[in-house]
């Protein structure tokens, strides 16, 4: 008999009856008449109660070994159940013990372990009902993020994760190399990368949008969804060396079509993540966040209409709110997290784009304004977070380009090929970033970054 998930039990899909589980010991309780044991599977947040007669023989056999965390096979006759808080319970009829979990030293005993704790036991962490949960919402809004684009006609394009091409800027890269450290090859005193694995400089990438314009120019519209690194000493709770990042880019798109986009994309992520993981969201909100409103806000972006600002405006807004800010607001500046949370709660009271950003703070690619000081910028801000997505139209008209790309210090014969996609039947085009990382942690709630990727990477840190 194939094994049920229990998952499907919880939402109605299996007729009771005889059935088979595979899983694991979450909790056990002996008594002299009967043992109950909560068994999961991983499929979902809750658990399948296991009621078991002590005198099943195939119980009976290795009820000493029975302890948290050890894999079991049970088969029995799932049933409605006459204790609260669970509709179902298996009674069970045949009971293997799969794999041992010794209590004295499986690390997962208790409950409520602290996330810090959980951490450094990263290959076990995943069983800890948090963090499955965390991981299964992971698992629905790269779904969501498909079904999206998918929907609209979008192409998926996988842009290179090794890149010989330093052309975004967008942060520090981490180098990728096959040369002996101990003694490379040089030429003039410089190391001569001519003899490296890829007869030049190689880097992990930190952003595919340039690339992904070459396939937008091309194709129309596409989307990237794949890792990014970012060679930064940044040990915050909001930056990772290694996450994921979604970048669609979008021909004969302006600013205003691009940021329709981004609002009608967030709006249906946190959607598809409310229908898809409303147990999981359900668990993390009660167990893990003393604010209890955390679904509504959730549920007040998917529906609400979102607010646009323009940057001069905001920093006017800022001034005159009459707070006393650590970064002092003037003109020119970048917003800092403080600003964006007193225009997102205070100000809007809900989110918004704040658009046209001085082109001093800006990248290069921006198209520039008719005002010549502003860039056709696009920041999106959402409650309790800030910054969750950046985007902007991009510069479509080589010579103010090649101008903009001197006027920031770059080297123009490096974006040879950037320059030919204006070159040959340019086109208006526009297109944005989402952080995934910093997504899942406006949906779940989670207030470090390093607890929403399986694997984090940061600084000091690199295990498994
Ligand atoms: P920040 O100011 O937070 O460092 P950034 O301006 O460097 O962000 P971009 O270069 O615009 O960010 O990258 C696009 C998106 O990628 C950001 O909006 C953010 O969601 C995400 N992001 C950037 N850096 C990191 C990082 N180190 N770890 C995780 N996500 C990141
Ligand atoms: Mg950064």
């Known amino acids: 008999m194939s094994a049920v998930r229990i998952s499907d039990v919880h939402a109605d899909k299996i007729p009771l009856g005889l059935c088979t589980f595979r899983g694991w010991v979450r909790t056990h309780r ?17 658990g399948l109660q296991l009621v078991i007669d002590p005198t099943l023989e195939s119980y009976a056999a290795v009820a000493p070994r029975v302890a948290t965390g050890a894999s079991l096979m049970v088969q029995g006759e799932l049933a409605p159940s006459p204790a609260k808080g669970q509709r179902y319970e298996l009674r069970v009829q045949e009971f293997k013990l799969i794999g041992e979990s010794p209590a004295e030293e499986y690390p997962l005993q208790k409950k409520g372990h602290t996330l810090e704790f959980l951490r450094e036991i990263l290959h076990l962490r995943p069983r800890s009902n948090t963090f499955g949960a965390v991981f299964r919402v992971r698992s629905a809004a790269s779904m969501a993020i498909h079904t999206f684009f998918h929907q609209r006609g979008f192409v998926y394009v996988h842009t290179p994760i090794i890149t010989t091409s330093d052309c975004e800027g967008a942060g520090a890269m981490f180098r990728v190399t096959t040369l002996d450290m101990e003694k490379p090859p040089r030429i003039d005193g410089k190391i001569d990368y001519k003899q490296d694995f890829f007869a030049g400089e190689a880097k992990l990438t930190v952003s595919g949008q340039l690339e992904g314009e070459i396939f937008a120019t091309a194709v129309g519209n596409i989307y990237t969804f794949g890792p990014t690194f970012r060679a930064e000493n940044s040990n915050t709770t909001r930056h990772l060396s290694e996450f994921w990042m979604i970048e669609p880019e979008m021909a004969f798109y302006d600013l205003h079509d ?101 082109k001093e703070i800006k990248a290069f690619y921006m198209r520039v304004n008719e005002d010549g000081k502003t860039v056709r910028a696009m920041d999106m801000l959402v409650p309790r977070l800030g910054e969750i997505i950046g985007g902007s139209q991009r510069e479509e008209r080589h010579d103010v380009l090649v101008e903009r790309i001197k006027e920031c210090k770059l080297p123009v014969e490096h974006y040879w090929w950037y320059l030919d996609l204006r070159r040959f039947g340019s086109v208006p085009h526009a297109g944005f970033g989402l952080g995934f990382e910093r997504f899942l942690m406006y949906v779940t709630g989670m207030q470090n970054i390093r607890d929403v990727i399986p694997f984090p990477r940061y600084p000091g840190y690199a295990a498994f």
């Open 30 to 46: 002996q008594s002299k008449t009967v043992t109950f044991i909560e068994l999961y599977d991983g499929s979902c947040v809750k």
């Open 258 to 358: 691009n940021m329709a986009l981004a609002e009608d994309f967030i709006k249906f992520l946190i959607q598809y993540v409310l229908d898809h993981c409303a147990d999981d969201l359900e668990f993390l909100f009660a167990r893990e966040w003393a604010d209890k409103s955390m679904l509504e806000t959730l549920r007040q972006v998917s529906t609400a209409p979102f607010a646009t600002l323009d940057y001069t405006e905001a920093i006017k807004v800022l001034e005159k709110s009459g707070k006393s800010f650590e970064f002092p607001v003037k003109w020119g500046m970048d917003l800092q997290s403080e600003h964006e949370r007193f225009l997102t709660d205070e100000y809007v009271k809900g989110p918004l784009f704040v658009v046209n950003y001085p």
